[in-house]
């Protein structure tokens, strides 16, 4: 596997940082390339770690894309082809730009970092064991390391690009700053820690602690900036190991740490550079917190994996199935309990969620739902698009996946939910006269209607998310139970990939490209 240590491209170079190039891509841009060196102790160690820059790009990526409505940020794709659209004389330098090249808009960086600790851990908890305090203000009594902070606590650095990052207090940052602007950027980095904390706790994942970033844009407006949520900037621990009162497993650099640490203590480093040569190890352990924080267009696949979930809503049925499939088999002769279990397993397949893999970007959309294509039209969209649009209807029998997905990534704009009747989804007139819910999405590149249509014998409409609300392409919409369909209305100047009679997979079939 190929190793990029330093990136050099035909471009000015504005900075090096401890892990990252960063280049003038023209008057309003950047370019970030992220190498696979790795620091700790912000001191660069002298091996590098396969594929980490591309990891760690993809990461930040994805939480660009999701917290774009919480704040604004200089993220603008992380897209090769996009990069090379833009910058056509990078072609030669693909290989150094494919999957670790950012592109950003440029801002003027504020000179502290913006750390929140959800968790007490690392140097924090090092210093309050020994004094009580967090960069010199006390922290209530009895704290166990790894305890969960409620609320957080914001403690912001100094930014330093090369040497020691120092802890400060919130006056000292005031002092440097202003105090209002000291202010909003704790209410901002509060606001981006709990987003991300939250979405991170449905994954599996607990944030423990996270640094921020935050720039100026010409306008005035403050930015976030530089990487959001990775390994290199965040403890990830596993939420079903946390146990508080001692060292947690992670999904970071703290195995990296724990190893100098000791060195360290043992004098054989001073915590400066140069470093120690390290021992051969692993070098996955950020890759390991993708399958479960970031979507299927950034996730690493081990070969010959197989992912498979179980949508929630299927628990009181599927308990309920093998319960009464358990008793009956039992108590019951066999040409009972048999159609029964058949029943059971039907159940659990029903409610089946698999992690799918497929094309991304924003100039593709995807299919949202698993079924067979019953209608390709193009019609008038008056509700929330308003314009000339292509329907693509998707009908799911009671065989299909019925978890359906965001078919492009953006924000949830426009939500409504229509009460009626239940007839057979796969006809035109359940369009006017079945239940339904319509999601109304903003894109990077124009507007996408959604709409969930229950069925002869469904019940229940499941849509996941409320208006304001980020989301990614492949990322889950909502569940319909049990035999159903989705509209996606396109605008009409799209081209559509699918036709009538044709099959499709949520999360894998291209249903329409912009042009």
Not at 182 to 205: N, Q
Not at 320 to 329: K, M, S, T, V, Y
Not at 351 to 365: A, H, L, Q, S, T
Not at 373 to 390: G, I, K, L, Y
Request: glycine share 10%; hydrophobic share 40%; charged share 20%.
């Amino acid at each position: 596997m190929s190793v990029l240590t330093e990136s050099k491209l035909p471009l000015p170079l504005l900075r090096r940082g401890k892990v990252r190039e960063v280049y003038e891509a023209d008057a309003g841009h950047l370019l970030m390339v992220a190498s696979d060196r790795v620091s700790a102790f912000d001191v660069v160690m002298n091996q590098a770690i396969p594929r980490k820059g591309a990891v760690l790009t993809q990461i930040s990526a994805f939480w660009f894309d999701r917290l774009g409505a919480v704040v604004p940020t200089h993220y603008v794709t992380a897209r090769t082809s996009d990069i090379l659209r833009r910058l056509p004389a990078l072609a030669p330098y693909r290989d150094q730009l494919a999957g670790r090249a950012m592109l950003v808009k440029r801002t003027e960086p504020v000179l502290f970092e913006c750390v929140v600790r959800g968790y007490i851990s690392g140097s924090a908890w090092k210093e309050y064991k020994e004094h009580g305090t967090l960069a010199g203000e006390p922290l209530p009594g009895g704290l166990t390391e790894s305890a969960r902070l409620e609320p957080p606590i914001f403690s912001p650095a100094t930014k330093a690009p090369t040497g020691h990052d120092i802890n400060v207090t919130i006056d000292q940052m005031a002092a440097a700053l202003g105090r209002a602007l000291t202010e909003r950027l704790r209410d901002l980095s509060f606001a981006v820690y709990t987003a991300g904390r939250d979405h991170a706790a449905t994954k599996g994942i607990i944030i423990a602690d996270t640094k921020f970033e935050f720039g100026t844009a010409p306008d005035g407006a403050l930015v976030l900036i530089d990487e959001v949520m990775t390994p290199d900037s965040s403890r990830f621990w596993p939420a079903d190991k946390y146990a508080p009162g001692k060292s947690q497993p992670s999904f970071d650099k703290q195995p990296l740490r724990d190893y100098l640490t000791v060195l360290k203590g043992q004098g054989k480093w001073n915590g400066e550079a140069p470093p120690p040569t390290l021992p051969a190890a692993g070098g996955g352990r950020d890759q390991q917190a993708l399958p479960r924080g970031v979507p299927p267009a950034h996730r690493v696949r081990p070969a010959g994996g197989c992912l498979m979930r179980v949508a929630p809503e299927g628990g009181p049925f599927i308990i309920i199935a093998w319960l009464l499939a358990l008793i009956l088999g039992v108590f019951a002769p066999l040409w009972v309990s048999l159609p029964w279990l058949v029943i059971a397993i039907w159940v659990v397949a029903f409610f089946r969620d698999p992690v799918r893999e497929g094309p991304r970007g924003e100039d593709v959309v995807i299919a949202p739902a698993d079924g067979l294509v019953v209608s390709v039209q193009n019609m008038d969209e008056p509700e929330f698009m308003r314009e000339r649009a292509t329907r693509v209807s998707i009908f799911m029998n009671v065989f299909n996946v019925h978890v359906n997905r965001y078919p492009a990534s953006g924000t949830v704009a426009y939500r409504r939910y229509n009460p009626g009747k239940f007839g057979h989804a796969g006809t035109e007139k359940a369009s006017l006269e079945n239940e339904q819910s319509t999601v109304g999405l903003e894109t990077k590149r124009g507007k996408l209607l959604l709409r969930q249509i229950a069925g002869l014998v469904a019940r229940r409409i499941v849509t996941d998310h409320e208006v304001g609300t980020a989301v990614q392409q492949g990322e889950r919409m909502g569940l319909i139970r049990f035999g159903s369909r989705v509209d996606i209305f396109v605008p009409a100047g799209m081209q559509v990939l699918v036709h009538t009679g044709e099959k499709t997979k949520a999360g894998q079939t291209v249903v329409a490209k912009w042009p």
